[in-house]
């Protein structure tokens, strides 16, 4: 009897925080979710609103780990003979069913994740969005025909590279999928994919629906696990690359691993990004961007502008309208269409972020708000994860809160005189991920954007990232870039073909 996708199970229907429980196995190569080998290792995955748990992630073994590589092998061999209009017709499909079950999706992604309904619907919309732009890619993959003396020529030929791996972080776990997945499979490859071990549910669901849509089995495949699983993914024969969206410390160890084998590697790493607000800004959308450059998805978003430069003659408009509004964001279960702020990803992070909070003011940095754990009325929500969000003024370049990513709900404010210390004051860091710029005046906008070292710059808004534009970084926070058209060159590798019309000369 075929298997019932995950969001046709009863379980799946109408999830609210608390309900769900997940005891299908998250395993899925050759078209079917697979039951783990062995569940000596397996480890607890937490509810962030409520803290009980989820489910179990099962990590997978060598065995498994080879066994889901063919078997994306095998699908690879055929879809990449496809035309690009045939895997288009396949990838829109796919597109399509995910428009139409967004809202459990959504859902099923607020009880792994923690973040609030409102933001998980818009990343499921991002992730459709993504396959459909890449379907639309997809037919139009050439090469280039070069005309050479005599009648020769040559011509190059865009093609696969093969199995691509890749290894997923948990704050966008669905979306992250969908747009490792989606540029991989326009340009003819099979995907193995990796989420991270704290939310292993709905990549599974990702591969449920592309084989819905009609991909070979094995196109997709997803295998669960930690650190340990990546390292078999990294090292293995049959990979040909590995896009890894993380940590720095490990982001080095994958592309270590990939060395090993001569893998291409596309890193998205972390982020202390600077957003620098000029005193002849809209000042209410520099507030505005303020706050989404830091509190989206309970501020753990790896190109957030969490270094707020305001210019001196503003600082106190500034800070008393952004302390206003940050006290105003509705902290709670984050199933409810008014919560704006959800839970932490899990009680380890939580710490975490509060401890950077205390040592922050520890080392001078004054609280204007938040910062401590939050326990909302609703008995169901006292053991999760939540922290208000903070706003820190007295901040000082060389406090570990403004050097360090925290990935919380955490602002750290400093003043600037001018836009030339601001500027190398801004770039005095070791990540490049993003940056952003609030200012009237068109020629300054332009001049910081060329100046600022980041792979994004975001001019007069903060966090906009549409599936047509690249996203990557400079510096510490990676290489390759994901989105946009230049993405197909990270998927895909050029063969030249020289073809000799004449007769062969040699000195031989």
Aim: charged share 20%.
């Amino acid at each position: 009897m075929a298997q019932q996708p995950l969001l046709s199970l009863p379980e799946f229907q109408g999830v609210s925080t608390g309900t769900l429980v997940v005891k299908e196995p998250l395993n899925f190569w050759g078209g079917a979710r697979v039951k783990p080998k062995d569940t000596k290792n397996s480890e607890p995955v937490y509810e962030p609103a409520t803290g009980r748990v989820l489910c179990d992630m099962i990590p997978c073994g060598e065995e498994e780990v080879d066994e889901a590589i063919k078997s994306a092998h095998s699908a690879y061999l055929k879809w990449s003979k496809l035309s690009g209009m045939e895997r288009a017709r396949i990838m829109l499909e796919a597109a399509r069913i995910i428009r139409e079950r967004r809202d459990e999706i959504a859902r099923a992604e607020v009880a792994n994740n923690g973040k609030s309904i409102t933001e998980a619907q818009v990343d499921i919309d991002v992730a459709w969005q993504g396959i459909e732009y890449y379907a639309g890619i997809a037919p139009t993959l050439s090469g280039q025909h070069i005309q050479l003396p005599g009648g020769s020529f040559a011509y190059t030929r865009r093609e696969p590279l093969g199995v691509c791996v890749g290894i997923g972080a948990w704050n966008y776990p669905f979306q992250i999928a969908a747009w490792k997945s989606a540029p991989a499979m326009a340009c003819g490859n099979a995907v193995v994919f990796k989420p991270s071990p704290m939310t292993p549910v709905t990549a599974v669901m990702l591969a449920e629906i592309y084989k819905e849509a009609g991909v070979p089995d094995g196109l997709f495949n997803v295998v669960q696990g930690g650190a340990e699983t990546g390292g078999l993914l990294c090292q293995h024969p049959m990979v040909a690359k590995v896009s890894f969206t993380g940590s720095v410390p490990t982001g080095k160890k994958v592309m270590e691993m990939a060395a090993k084998g001569v893998k291409q590697v596309t890193l998205e790493l972390g982020g202390k990004s600077p957003l620098i607000i000029f005193k002849d800004c809209e000042l209410e959308n520099a507030i505005k961007g303020a706050l989404m450059a830091n509190f989206l998805t309970q501020g753990e978003v790896c190109c957030n502008g969490t270094r707020v430069f305001v210019q001196r003659e503003i600082m106190p408009q500034f800070l008393e309208e952004v302390v206003k509004r940050t006290k105003a964001i509705p902290v709670g279960d984050p199933m409810c269409e008014e919560t704006r702020m959800g839970a932490l990803i899990s009680k380890p992070h939580m710490e975490k972020v509060l401890g950077f909070i205390k040592q922050a003011k520890e080392q001078g940095a004054k609280v204007l708000c938040g910062g401590e754990q939050f326990v909302p009325n609703d008995p169901k929500l006292k053991d999760g994860y939540f922290v208000l969000p903070c706003v820190l003024d007295n901040c000082r370049d060389d406090m570990t809160c403004v050097r360090e990513e925290i990935f919380g709900p955490v602002m750290s404010v400093l003043p600037f005189e001018t836009e030339e210390e601001v500027l190398q004051r801004a770039n005095n860091t070791t990540f490049g991920l993003a940056s952003g710029v609030f200012t009237r005046d068109i020629a300054r906008a332009h001049r910081v954007a060329a100046n600022l070292e980041a792979g994004t710059c975001y001019i007069n808004n903060y966090n906009v990232g549409p599936v047509e534009v690249p996203f990557g970084g400079y510096k510490m926070s990676g290489f390759g870039r994901e989105n946009g058209q230049v993405t197909i060159e990270y998927y895909s590798q050029l063969k030249t073909v020289v073809v000799e019309m004449g007769d062969v000369e040699s000195i031989f």
